[in-house]
């Protein structure tokens, strides 16, 4: 077993002593935290959209750079700009999460 360090054996003996304690979440907390995270994965709806061939091209081939399906990735950026995760910007439209500009072709 790796020995302890100063700060470690400190930690140790503050929670046995019961200076620190456990921060569980309760059940009531995790039942909330398992209602929103299946609220937010469930796909219930099904849109048909038209695009333009060069939208759709270019869509497939940058969901190819990410490693994701197509329409996954269509439906990722739908969310992050619906989220106000994604804000256009005179020169396009920008990812606050990664603030990596994403190009918009000139129509």
């Known amino acids: 077993m ?3 360090d100063k ?8 929670y046995d002593g019961g200076i620190l304690k456990s921060t569980s979440p309760t059940n009531a907390e995790l039942a909330k935290f398992k ?3 299946t609220a937010t994965c469930i796909k ?3 849109v048909n959209i038209r695009l333009s ?3 759709l091209m270019d869509s497939q081939a940058r969901a190819l750079e990410e490693g994701l399906p197509y329409q996954t990735f269509i439906a990722s950026v739908l969310h ?3 989220a ?3 804000t256009e910007r005179p020169s396009g439209l920008t990812s606050r999460s990664s603030g990596r500009a994403v190009k918009r072709r000139a129509s």
């Open 7 to 14: 700060f470690e054996q400190d930690m140790l003996k503050a």
């Open 53 to 55: 061939s060069p939208d």
């Open 84 to 86: 106000g995760r994604l």
């Open 80 to 82: 992050k700009y619906v």
């Open 35 to 37: 209602a929103a995270a």
């Open 2 to 4: 790796k020995r302890l």
């Open 44 to 46: 219930e709806r099904r």
